[in-house]
């Protein structure tokens, strides 16, 4: 009885250790077709330690499994970036993503922040709200004016 269970412990040990590190992860990657697909899936596995890359058109998830000791997520993300696509962590450089076929160029998410200073009525509110600095910044500029 005891034998057996020293036996199961030990072989709950080795379990434990050989599942140790592998983690499977899902992220978000923008492309378009079956050609996307592939590019996708062989740059992900080209990556050392990425056991199995799986892409879907359809959803954009790209699920992933990987052996944490040998890579990371970002290491992931840089893969996918070099051959052109977009992550929802990092993006792909433009140069990447100009010499993707025509087909496969997907729509770009717009690049954050770039909207910000634009936004009239914000710039306005905090404006007001600090008063005596009204018209120094250049964001006052015009806009309150033309408001009254
Ligand atoms: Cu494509």
Redesign the pocket.
């Known amino acids: 009885m005891k034998k057996l269970s020293v036996l199961f412990a030990s072989l709950m040990m080795l379990t434990i250790t050989s599942f140790a590190g592998v983690k499977t992860e899902k992220l978000k990657v923008y492309?378009?077709?079956?050609?996307?697909?592939s590019?996708i899936e062989t740059a992900v596995k080209a990556v050392d330690g990425v056991s199995t890359a799986d892409w879907d058109k359809d959803t954009k998830m790209l699920e992933v499994t990987f052996d944490e000791s040998k890579t990371d997520i970002h290491k992931i993300n840089k893969a996918v970036n070099a051959v052109g696509h977009d992550t929802e962590m990092m993006r792909a450089e433009d140069k990447a993503y100009e010499n993707?076929?025509g087909?496969?160029k997907y729509d770009r998410a717009p690049m954050k922040g770039m909207k910000m200073n634009h936004d009239q009525s914000d710039a306005g509110s905090s404006c007001k709200s600090k008063g005596m600095e009204m018209g120094t910044k250049s964001c006052c500029n015009g806009k309150t004016d033309a408001k009254h």
């Open positions: 492309g378009k077709c079956g050609m996307c697909e590019r993707l076929p087909c496969c």
